[in-house]
């Protein structure tokens, strides 16, 4: 039988656990109504984005010979020899599986190019991350840490801007972004985008016609084209934090109420087994009385 | 006289939404205007003051660092990378939004004079509304 001491002593342990855990719920709850705020509204600016990039960049296609075979953002990657692929995971644990799941997603992107013998450039976003990959002595190309708890527009603008001229020089054939993204209170989403180069292959050449444009010069267009790439590239990193942040509170949050929800279980089941062994002594006791009584006789 | 819509967007947010008469934007080869039934055209800006018109006669001025403009015959959208509205019910409100802009003013690390010309422009915004 187990000593009242131990049990009561247990009781208070958990209970206290569960203080914290409910306390980190909270503090998530309220940080995320923040993170998704800050993720709806730029949503907005990235669905323009990728709009007007996406009809300029079919105004390209469609009206030149060769379209934009030639321009290296939107060529379509073949035999690539070196990819730059950036994960994007918290600074912190305790948020259920929020990080292994991006991790792992990296690690069969990985899988996948190295089995057809391109090489790998991983950059790193994250505590969690980087610590695993060192751990399991993966080589970093690159690694920041506290940019994905706290979203920096000029941070993240200055870390993607190497993995853009890189791509630019013809040093990487493609760059990704893996990261868990927030869908809704409950579910995080898992993303792997292919950054650069874009994909405009799917552009309806009809519909451009039959809009009326006012044509400026083409090799405006091109210039512009290359301006934007850039910038949504960037903008795409800084989204992708965004919404990896607003993620992790879900996450975090999520976990955290599993946590509170178990911990009172168990202090229910510890009062429960508490009160057993109390009842069990008490009747010991007088067992003990009542047998000495009896034995005075 | 016509009025369009006009959206200014930012990564932050929207800065403006609403029916307006015209707007003037600063173009990167020049500032142009824009009516209702322009022509459609989309093209870089630079950075500079965005003039609108409302639709009630008001003029309201825009700062922005970098953009670009999707014009369509009914409808302009303005993405721009960082914007602030010269706007404000008191003096204090108004003086916060031109201490702002003069913020993002600095940050851009660009010739001088485009910035001299888009300082004076929201400093005589500014005292429009006082």
């Known amino acids: 039988m187990a000593n009242l001491k131990d049990i009561q002593r247990k009781i208070k342990s958990v209970s206290s656990t569960q203080k914290t855990t409910r306390a980190m719920k909270l503090v998530s709850t309220a940080k995320l109504r923040r993170a998704e705020d800050l993720a709806k509204r730029s949503r907005l600016y990235a669905e323009k984005m990728n709009q007007v990039l996406a009809e300029i960049a079919g105004r390209i296609e469609c009206s030149k010979i060769g379209g934009l075979d030639d321009n290296r953002f939107f060529a379509p990657e073949e035999n690539p020899k070196m990819i730059d692929i950036i994960f994007v995971t918290a600074d912190k644990g305790l948020c259920g599986g929020f990080n292994i799941q991006t991790i792992k997603a990296t690690k069969n992107l990985i899988a996948k190019y190295q089995e057809k013998k391109v090489k790998i450039r991983l950059r790193g976003v994250g505590k969690k991350g980087i610590e695993y990959f060192k751990y399991n002595e993966v080589e970093l190309y690159d690694e920041v840490v506290g940019l994905s708890s706290k979203p920096d527009k000029a941070k993240s603008d200055e870390f993607i801007q190497a993995s853009i001229e890189d791509f630019k020089l013809g040093k990487t054939d493609a760059v990704y972004i893996v990261y868990n993204g927030y869908k809704n209170m409950i579910t995080q989403e898992l993303h792997v985008n292919k950054i650069l180069p874009i994909d405009a292959s799917d552009y309806d050449c009809d519909q451009t016609k039959q809009k009326s444009t006012l044509e400026i010069e083409a090799q405006d267009e091109e210039h512009m084209l290359n301006s934007l790439v850039e910038t949504y590239a960037k903008y795409n990193m800084y989204y992708t934090l965004i919404d990896s942040v607003a993620a992790e509170h879900s996450a975090r949050m999520q976990a955290m109420d599993t946590a509170t929800n178990n911990a009172k279980e168990m202090v229910k089941a510890l009062n429960v087994q508490y009160n057993k062994a109390r009842q069990a002594a008490i009747t010991t006791e007088l067992i003990e009385i009542i047998s000495g009584v009896e034995s005075m006789k | ?130």
């Open chain 2, 1 to 130: 006289m016509d009025t369009f819509t006009l959206e200014i967007l930012t990564p932050n947010g929207q800065i403006f939404s609403g029916k307006v008469r015209s707007v003037t934007l600063p173009g990167e080869e020049g500032e142009f205007g824009v009516l209702a039934n322009h022509a459609s055209l989309t093209t870089l800006l630079t950075s500079g003051v965005i003039d609108i018109e409302k639709e009630d006669k008001k003029v309201e001025s825009v700062l922005i660092n970098w953009g670009v403009v999707q014009v369509d015959e009914e409808k302009v959208v303005v993405l721009a990378e960082g914007a602030v509205a010269i706007r404000g019910e008191s003096e204090s409100e108004i003086s916060k939004a031109l201490e702002e802009a003069k913020q993002l003013l600095n940050d851009i690390a660009d010739s001088g004079t485009a910035i001299a010309a888009a300082s004076a422009k929201i400093e005589t915004a500014a005292k429009s509304l006082l």
